[in-house]
Structures are given as structure tokens and as C-alpha cells.
């Protein structure tokens, strides 16, 4: 199945149990593992370890999050968009009034006017309802535990700490919750967030919805109002009953390599993968795998450009679905896939255009049982540690989603009411022939079906271990011909590249640029032969199991 051997320089291997799961952040992960040793499922153990994550990895994500997943459930696939929507009265014209006509220069990334409803909680409680086990509240008392005592920061989390503090020390509630000696924490220094185990108390007690409808909801309309924003108690509200209601949604799917790649339908980007595994489909790069390797200029060029035509379509058509002119169906449409692949030139970088379809900072975890359940969970507050905004008094910081939206009019991921912003978090899944093969994820903005891409052709193609596959050298497509790669990157593929067209920039913030991956496989029944996981050594976190 796999060369068990890795190429790339690492200290992790992978980690082979029957009950499993793979998170950014090791007290996430114990946490998970505690909730399957009491006999949950492997839902049970996601939002376990997604509420632990949320205080332990606050720089990527925190209760005023949004998440996705997608699940199997030990017989069919499941969907879940858990991502908030915009304040009603957001419009265009609201922000033209408050930051002048020149919305893509004035429109701020951060503060009040930058936050949609958070959905995190909501999802933790949409999962529970149909796949959990165990009573809600037990799922919350680890992330409850390290809210009272602390928790020591670890190193690649205390880095990105350090490099929020000069883009948000002017938020004064940031500061007083994230600052509280006037400074970043230091590596192993004990951090505990004021008012986290106040709110996630309310949130046990409730099944979550006292954060929409209750004590939470009234703190975040009441700070809102008198700090500029325009987020309602009937926002929060209005939201709970939308997401119960339509919470869980379809995957799609696209053939990859004898598999079956899943990604969620937008408004997230996963179809970004989903497209550019469908032109990969009618260019000939298996056959330059088996010839040249994986780790060839050639194979390396051909992803990047296919990747590059995917991205042109998403970002001109991809949006909340009520607001989207072309469907999902449309954009992965063969005979359109393979005409876009007749674009790429093997020899030359371009810079892409979006096609006509026929018309017709993020944390990741995964999670699996001894039953066959599979979860692929994402979480983000977005840009870092999100908005800048923190609810005094409940240690709750805002994601700032609500930049996600578009500033012209006319497209159709503009600003407006109640409606859901692009998205950049991205959970995946594989199977073959209807049955689970692989729950995983890569985390960091656009680099995200990126990661999908990359590590799904070492493994497909290359039949690299998934911790292989994990640790081999990436790149990331930033705009036009601009591309920047690993520093582990081989300077022979990166000349080569470099001679094409690409132009290249070397960079070593892998927190960030490179993404970060959790991979669980199944090895056959799960409860005799388990799985075999891996967790990305560019993250804090690791694979752990029973």
C-alpha cells in the first residue's frame, strides 16, 4: 500500500491504533482520546478536543469561532457548515456611510465591523445531536478544566502569540485577556484566559445555547452596541435556529486517482481542491510521477498551474450558494475541467483568468473509533487570533469572517444581510469504491486545498506514508506567476521552476505559509486493524491513540 519509509527529515512517525486522534495542540488531542476511553464516538472526541484547542491554540481559534466538518458515520458520508452569517444590517451601503466609497482601501480586517456571527458552539451542538454519545456537558470539562488551573504555552503557538501582539496590543479587551503580564506568554509559562470557564459552564449547562439566546448572547448584542458594532441579540438568535435547522449538508465529490476526494460545497473553498483535482484527471501527471517522481519540476508545475485555474474560478464565482450564479455541479463539470487543463503550458508560469462554467491563523483535528466513525473537523477565528475583539468577563474572541466578503457590488460574494462569507476553512475526506479511506485537513488560509492537493498526490500517486507525504516540502500559489516555497524545497526543482516563469520567494513561517496537516487512514476494520495517523511537525500538536 505504502513505502513506510520517509525521505524528509522529521522526528514523528506514525501512529497505528484502532481508536485515534490527530490534532495541532497534544492537550486537544488527550482530551479527544479521554472521551473514546469513556465510550463516545469519535464525534465526542472532536468537540472535546475542538474546545480544548479553542483555549490552547487561541492565536488559530477560540470560542467566537466557526467550524465545519465532514463525517463519516459509519455508513454514510455527512456534511457540516457551521459558519456564521453577516449582522443584518450589514449592506454596502452601511460601511460606504461609516468608511467612505473606497471600501477595499477603508474597510477594516479587524474590530466590530469585521465579525459575522460566530458559529463554533453551534456546530459542537449540531454534531452532538445526531453522532454524539455522551452527555454534552462531559465533552466541555476537559477545555473547563484547563480554563480554571491554565495551561503551559508550547512553542509554536507562543511564536505566533508573540507576532500577533504588535497588529493587535491597540484592542485594549485583546490585551487585558491575551496580555495580561503587558506581554506575549513564554514558552511554558502557565495562561489562563479570564472568563473562559464562566462561558463554557453556561455553554455545558445549556447544549450551547445560552451563546445565542441566553446570558452569552445579551454580553456579545450589549458589547456590540456599545462599541460601534451592529451584531444583534436577533443575529445570535436567528442564527441558532438557522444552523439547527441546516446545519448538516451534501459533500461533493470528485474521481481522484482511482479515489474519491470530499470536500464541502461553498461557501468554503474546498472546491477549489475538488476543481483542481478534476483538471489533474485529464493531464498526464500520474504517468510523470511514475517516470520522474513526485518531487520533480514537472510534476511540481503542473500541480501548481492546475491549482492556479482552480483558485481563478473560485474566487470569481464561489459564495454564500443562495447568492452564487454558476453551481458546484457547473464549475466541476468534465468537459469543462478538461478544457481548462488545455491551458497549462509545460514549459511557462501564467497568470490565469476564471472560465465560464456551462451555466445550469485555522486549527484542523480528525478523529476515529473503533466503530468505523471518521471526523474531519476544521475551526478558525481567521486572521490570527481573529478580530481583535474579546468579550470581557467570558474570554471569548470574535472571528473576524466578515472580511471575507467582496467590496463591488456586482460579484456575487458582495457585503450583504444574513448572508455567509466566503470561507477559507476547508475539512476533507477520501474514499474508494463508497468506503472510508481517509479523514484530513490542512490548515492556513488559501494554502489549504493546496495541502489537500500536494499530499493527496505523494500518497496516491508516490505511495508515500501519510507522514511522508506530511513532511515532504511544499509550495503555495500567492497571485499571477508569485509563488512561495519551502525552504526544504530542493534548489534544483525551484531553479527549474524559477526558469519557467515562477516567480519564487523561499520562506521558512510554515506556521502560516506551508499549512499544517492531520491525516488518519484506515487499514481495513477498524476494530482489528485500525488506522495509521499523522500529525504535521509545523504545528505543536500530535497523533495519539489507543
Not at 452569517?85 to 469585521?114: E, M
Not at 501582539?165 to 484592542?171: N, Y
Not at 468579550?391 to 456575487?412: K, V
Request: glycine share 10%; hydrophobic share 45%.
Amino acid at each position: 500500500m505504502f513505502d513506510w519509509t520517509n525521505p524528509y527529515p522529521t522526528t514523528r512517525t506514525p501512529v497505528f491504533a484502532r481508536n485515534i486522534v490527530a490534532t495541532s495542540q497534544p492537550l486537544a488531542a488527550q482530551a479527544g482520546l479521554h472521551m473514546l476511553r469513556q465510550g463516545g464516538t469519535a464525534v465526542d472526541a472532536a468537540i472535546a478536543a475542538a474546545a480544548v484547542v479553542a483555549l490552547t491554540e487561541p492565536c488559530s481559534n477560540g470560542l467566537g469561532s466557526d467550524n465545519f466538518a465532514i463525517v463519516w458515520d459509519g455508513s454514510r458520508l455527512l456534511g457540516m457548515n457551521s459558519s456564521g452569517f453577516s449582522p443584518a444590517v450589514w449592506t454596502l451601503d452601511y460601511f460606504r456611510r461609516k468608511y467612505g466609497s473606497d471600501l477595499d482601501r477603508n474597510r477594516p480586517l479587524r474590530g466590530w465591523d469585521s465579525v459575522s456571527v460566530p458559529g463554533a458552539v453551534a456546530g459542537w451542538r449540531v454534531l452532538h445531536d445526531r453522532l454524539g454519545k455522551l452527555p454534552f456537558a462531559d465533552l466541555l470539562a476537559p477545555a473547563i478544566e484547563y480554563a480554571e488551573s491554565g495551561y503551559a504555552v508550547t512553542a509554536i503557538v507562543q511564536e505566533k502569540w508573540q507576532r500577533a501582539v504588535p497588529l493587535l496590543k491597540s484592542f485594549p479587551t485583546w490585551s487585558e485577556h491575551f496580555l495580561p503580564r503587558g506581554r506575549a506568554p513564554e514558552i511554558g509559562e502557565r495562561f489562563v484566559l479570564a472568563g473562559a470557564a464562566r462561558t463554557l459552564r453556561l455553554i455545558a449547562r445549556t447544549r450551547g445555547e445560552a451563546f445565542y439566546r441566553g446570558e452569552i448572547a445579551a454580553a456579545i448584542a450589549a458589547h456590540a452596541l456599545s462599541n460601534g458594532g451592529a451584531m444583534s441579540a436577533a443575529d445570535l438568535a436567528d442564527y441558532w435556529d438557522f444552523v439547527l435547522a441546516n446545519g448538516w449538508v451534501e459533500p461533493i465529490a470528485q474521481d481522484t486517482w482511482g479515489h474519491t476526494l470530499h470536500e464541502l460545497p461553498p461557501n468554503g473553498q474546498g472546491i477549489a481542491a475538488s476543481i483542481c483535482a478534476g483538471i489533474l484527471a485529464h493531464s498526464p501527471l500520474a504517468e510523470i510521477v511514475a517516470a520522474g517522481g513526485i518531487d520533480s519540476a514537472d510534476a511540481q508545475h503542473l500541480m501548481i498551474e492546475a491549482m492556479k485555474l482552480a483558485f481563478a474560478d473560485v474566487y470569481a464565482h464561489v459564495a454564500d450558494p443562495r447568492s452564487m450564479r454558476v453551481t458546484p455541479a457547473q464549475m466541476l463539470d468534465s468537459s469543462y475541467l478538461r478544457h481548462r487543463a488545455r491551458a497549462i503550458d509545460m514549459k511557462r508560469a501564467q497568470a490565469f483568468s476564471a472560465g465560464a462554467p456551462p451555466r445550469g491563523g485555522t486549527i484542523y483535528l480528525s478523529a476515529a473509533d473503533a466503530s468505523g466513525m471518521m471526523v474531519s473537523f476544521i475551526q478558525s477565528n481567521y486572521l490570527g487570533f481573529g478580530s481583535g475583539i474579546v468579550l470581557p468577563g467570558y474570554g471569548i474572541s470574535l472571528q473576524n469572517r466578515g472580511c471575507g466578503f467582496a467590496t463591488d457590488a456586482g460579484h456575487p460574494n458582495a457585503i450583504g444581510p444574513r448572508k455567509r462569507p466566503f470561507h477559507t476553512i476547508i475539512p476533507a475526506f477520501l474514499t474508494q469504491s463508497g468506503q472510508p479511506v481517509m479523514s484530513f485537513g490542512v490548515m492556513g488560509g488559501n494554502m489549504q486545498p493546496q495541502g489537500h492537493m500536494q499530499t493527496l498526490a505523494r500518497m496516491l500517486l508516490a505511495g508515500q506514508q501519510p507522514q511522508a507525504a506530511c513532511d515532504g516540502p511544499r509550495w503555495k500559489f500567492m497571485d499571477g506567476l508569485d509563488l512561495e516555497v519551502e525552504a526544504t524545497m530542493p534548489g534544483a526543482i525551484t531553479d527549474e521552476l524559477q526558469a519557467r516563469g515562477h516567480r519564487i520567494t523561499r520562506a521558512d513561517d510554515s506556521y502560516m505559509d506551508f499549512g499544517a496537516g492531520q491525516f488518519i487512514w484506515r487499514l481495513g476494520d477498524p476494530a482489528v486493524d485500525g488506522y495509521v495517523a499523522a500529525s504535521d511537525a509545523r504545528r505543536d500538536g500530535h497523533a495519539a491513540g489507543f
